[in-house]
């Protein structure tokens, strides 16, 4: 059975590794003897055209602001339930209850920042009833301006990422209210929803979460205050007051109030429960965000700086994890593990293929996805950055009509499933799974990285080279110690990565969260899971093997040097080192750290290593720009052929203008609509340079 589970690991390994790839650096000085091929990382190539690490990134950061705003691309459909008794907000300038489909936020903040500050606010509040299901579309689904954002509830809608045929005009909130009808529409004709069952809202997000609510006079959800939350505005022109007036007015004490002993406040009173059952059109005169606002907005409303501070700062709430720290995301909704479906899933071979074939030129690859090193630029920094950021940049455009049908299908099955329990589903939090994997490997990462790098701080002499490997070992070690067994033998080839200890502990090390979820075991598992264990096997397989080269490495290189008897000769050269020496560490140190480099690359973790470089104060929060909490800019809208829009960020530009006949397919930008269109951006140093910022950040300058 052991030798059926190493020949599958070393066979699935090749898929997403080059196992046989020579090594790609050499050793220089006498003691090159002792470092063969199979020390150097580099040794064991990553195929950068797989799409497993994208997959697994997009689960680890599902339902988080932070991660989803640095990826704002989403290409997963998630099923999610929320909680009874969790409160909804809506906002509305009128007095009436909305019609349907209309958005919740889960945020009070959100809806006072979208719909406050008018001279008709008004503010309800709802709560659920029961456990309600909805679908959850990652990335920044509900930014209206940008490119790719939008492109899988597109997809779900139309069938493609214009919209319909007929459409080649800019419609401004008209193409949001089409996908609210269209995604409810969909899960009512399908019957994945009724009145108070199933999947009854759709969770987004921009700057903070919302949910589009399909039937509000659905029982699941009940209103529980409508308020009129209008604001006096602010005079015209400030006039002190003299003293003499100030003198006239008259304070009287009210003092406490005695509710009496044994005197209970009372529940106050539900309203009515609304009975409105017209579908909701877009509004002639939409809000702005308070961020955009001018004139008598400004000069008038009291809160309007205020407005937007609340809605950034409750989005913070909900980064989740990132440099500063594991962090929350919106956890009053949670992930169904049997309902995560992805466009990055093995099935949608044709993305896979377009992507590959555009990544191939803009980030020097091979033809089996593998780096070819920094190219004529000869700037390996800027290109392992562009390595590392390029999920940012994929978008679905060049998706079907067939592939955006079997996402249909696929979803319609997997969510039914759900419901009704007929579902060949493991139990696995695959999410709780892969955010274990993701923060402890980046720490590691990190240390590693940390510990290596000093090597030129210990060059000096022996006992300051074996003070650094004694801390690279065990640095090494806290990653080994799950999987080695260490050998009795002294023969230094069983360090060497061809041996059977290698593959062992490789074998342990790829299947540890997995291994009782193995064909052979007879776990039943949805094709979803079967997905999901893929993109562990392939993600965490390659962490092993490239950590799991570099400790080998460490290990015969200690044995050779280290773990021997002192003597009197020995402890004689310890003042001293040879130049040889030094250059076979310097190389070893060289190799460890490119592997690492080239590993983080690969594995594409950009926000987890991103985050504000102090710890704000109490009236701070950490600033990363998220739409519409962001700086307004000009332009015409553009949107490169292909499903890669390597090197555009997605926050530059605004969602192509509708397209007869579906997707663009042909050179160069779509023409700009009639009049043009604003679009929107801002540095790309404010999303990777966070800041810790106060309310004045937004209301200095009005």
């Given amino acids: 059975m052991l030798r059926l589970i190493l020949a599958v690991a070393l066979t699935a390994a090749c898929t997403a590794l080059d196992l046989n790839e020579p090594p790609s650096q050499v050793p220089l000085g006498a003691a090159s003897s002792s470092l063969n091929q199979h020390d150097t990382a580099s040794s064991r190539r990553l195929n950068f055209s797989s799409a497993a690490p994208y997959l697994f990134s997009s689960v680890s950061s599902l339902l988080q602001q932070w991660g989803n705003t640095f990826f704002p691309n989403g290409h997963s459909i998630v099923a999610c339930e929320i909680p009874p008794y969790t409160l909804f907000y809506h906002g509305r300038m009128d007095d009436e209850v909305p019609p349907s489909p209309e958005w919740l936020a889960f945020d009070i903040q959100m809806s006072y920042g979208i719909m406050g500050g008018s001279p008709n606010s008004h503010m309800l509040t709802y709560q659920t009833t029961r456990p309600v299901k909805a679908l959850y579309f990652d990335g920044e689904s509900a930014a209206l301006m940008g490119l790719g954002q939008l492109d899988t509830q597109m997809l779900h809608v139309f069938g493609n990422v214009s919209g319909p045929n007929d459409s080649n005009r800019f419609r401004g909130l008209a193409d949001e209210y089409a996908r609210a009808h269209g995604l409810c529409d969909w899960l009512l004709e399908t019957g994945l929803r009724g009145d108070g069952w199933g999947y009854e809202g759709v969770i987004r997000m921009n700057a903070a979460f919302e949910m589009i609510w399909c039937n509000f006079t659905s029982p699941s959800l009940r209103l529980l205050t409508h308020l009129n939350v209008t604001a006096p505005q602010l005079p015209q022109e400030y006039e002190s007051e003299s003293e003499s007036e100030v003198q006239k007015m008259v304070f009287t004490e009210t003092g406490t109030p005695n509710l009496g002993e044994g005197r209970e406040t009372s529940y106050y009173s539900l309203p009515p429960t609304p009975t409105r059952t017209d579908s909701s059109t877009d509004p002639s005169r939409p809000p702005k965000p308070p961020n955009w606002r001018g004139g008598w907005e400004r000069s008038r409303e009291p809160f309007v700086g205020s407005q937007t501070w609340g809605w950034f700062s409750s989005a913070t709430l909900h980064y989740g994890s990132s440099k500063n720290g594991p962090g929350l995301g919106e956890v009053r909704a949670k992930v169904l593990n049997c309902g995560i479906m992805s466009y990055y899933s093995p099935q949608f071979e044709n993305l896979k293929r377009l992507r590959a074939e555009d990544e191939r030129m803009s980030l020097n690859l091979t033809a089996d996805g593998f780096w070819k090193g920094e190219g004529l630029s000869g700037n390996r920094t800027l290109a392992l950055k562009d390595l590392l950021r390029r999920r940012r940049y994929h978008h679905l455009e060049n998706a079907t009509s067939d592939e955006a049908a ?100 490789y074998a342990r090390c790829r299947y540890r969260y997995t291994r009782l979820m193995a064909p052979s075991e007879d776990v039943a598992l949805s094709p979803e899971e079967v997905d999901l264990r893929w993109v562990v096997e392939e993600t965490f397989g390659a962490i092993c093997s490239v950590l799991l080269t570099i400790g080998f490495g460490i290990e015969r290189s200690w044995a050779t040097h280290f773990q021997k008897p002192s003597t009197k000769k020995s402890l004689e050269i310890h003042a001293t080192t040879s130049a040889s020496v030094n250059n076979h560490f310097a190389h070893l140190a060289t190799s460890w750290s490119s592997g690492i480099e080239e590993l983080m690359a690969w594995l594409g973790w950009a926000d987890e290593s991103t985050g504000c470089s102090e710890v704000c104060a109490w009236n701070e929060r950490c600033y990363i720009p998220m739409w519409p909490l962001i700086q307004l800019g000009g332009g015409r809208p553009r949107r490169p052929p292909g499903n890669g829009t390597y090197p555009h960020p997605p926050g530059d530009f605004y969602p192509p203008p509708y397209r007869p006949g579906g997707n663009h397919t042909g050179d160069g930008p779509p023409p700009p609509p009639p009049g043009g269109r604003p679009s929107f951006s801002f540095g790309e140093a404010d999303l990777w340079e966070p800041k810790c910022i106060n309310a004045s950040y937004f209301t200095n300058g009005w």
Avoid: Y
């Fill in 406 to 505: 079997l996402m249909r299908t696929s979803s319609e099955r997997a969510l039914r499933g759900l419901l009704e329990g007929d579902n060949d589903c493991s139990g696995a939090d695959w999410g709780l799974m892969i955010n274990e994997i993701t923060q402890t490997t980046t720490l590691q990462l990190h240390e590693m990285t940390i510990a290596i790098s000093s090597f030129p701080n210990h060059a000096h002499n022996q006992s300051t080279l074996q003070f650094w490997m004694s801390s690279v070992r065990s640095q090494s070690h806290m990653f080994l110690v799950s999987f080695l067994e260490f050998p009795a033998t002294k023969d230094l080839s069983v360090w060497d990565i061809g041996s059977d200890l290698f593959q062992e502990t």
